[in-house]
T-cell receptor
Framework: GAGVSQSPSNKVTEKGKDVELRCDPI?????LYWYRQRLGQGLEFLIY????????KSGLPSDRFSAERTGESVSTLTIQRTQQEDSAVYLC??????????????FGPGTRLTVL | DAKTTQPPSMDCAEGRAANLPCNHS???????VYWYRQIHSQGPQYIIH???NNETNEMASLIITEDRKSSTLILPHATLRDTAVYYC??????????????FGTGTRLKVLA
């Protein structure tokens, strides 16, 4: 079956513009995560959606960052008034129902964002 | 949140076992240890996870110390395709009951021919 998909694969934008990144999780996966990975760095947790629970937004670095998810489907990560420091690969992952010990995340290929 | 510490890089000869260490000294009793790897320009890939018992699957073995403050990922017969960045991760449970994965900076494993 299809894996996690993300679009666009690459995005170049000018400083100050808003961008929207999209994630299509694996069908039936209730949990969805967004991460940021700067060049040569590890993954930085941004936000987590689990079913109808309130999302865990504790990783969002500023109020310029927001994310939404409609039910258990598509999610969009929005960055307003982009800054050069926002340049990174943004990774989305989904996983089956949480609450069990086994909760493998399946990652998408990422969106490479470059802010000029 | 519990955090992990890993050496930044390691080399391993092809065909030999690769032993990747990880310290997670602040881990709590209900927090699992996960390992993922990331091959250049791809999304991370799940390898294995465990709570307190040693685990083995077709990819690797995970050895967790009795006090759970450290663990070792073992690739029994490393191949050139195992060259990647390996992340040791602690899965924490937030106060709302949701899961969050804390990634470290990872170990860059280079398998040498």
């Amino acid at each position: 079956g299809a894996g996690v998909s993300q679009s666009p694969s690459n995005k170049v934008t000018e400083k100050g513009k808003d961008v929207e990144l999209r994630c299509d999780p694996i069908s039936g996966h209730t949990a969805l995560y967004w991460y940021r990975q700067r060049l040569g760095q590890g993954l930085e947790f941004l936000i987590y959606f689990q079913g109808n629970s309130a999302p865990d937004k504790s990783g969002l670095p500023s109020d310029r960052f927001s994310a939404e998810r409609t039910g258990e489907s598509v999610s969009t990560l929005t960055i307003q008034r982009t800054q050069q420091e926002d340049s990174a690969v943004y990774l989305c992952a989904s996983s089956p129902l949480g609450g069990t010990s086994y909760n493998e995340q399946f990652f998408g290929p990422g969106t490479r964002l470059t802010v000029l | 949140d519990a955090k992990t510490t890993q050496p930044p890089s390691m080399d391993c000869a092809e065909g030999r076992a690769a032993n990747l260490p990880c310290n997670h000294s602040t881990i709590s009793g209900n927090e699992y240890v996960y390992w993922y790897r990331q091959i250049h320009s791809q999304g991370p890939q799940y390898i294995i996870h465990g709570l307190k018992n040693n685990e083995t699957n077709e990819m690797a073995s995970l050895i967790i110390t009795e006090d759970r403050k450290s663990s070792t990922l073992i690739l029994p017969h490393a191949t050139l395709r195992d060259t990647a960045v390996y992340y040791c991760i602690v899965r924490v449970v937030s106060t709302s009951g949701t899961y969050k994965y804390i990634f470290g900076t990872g170990t860059r494993l280079k398998v040498l021919a």
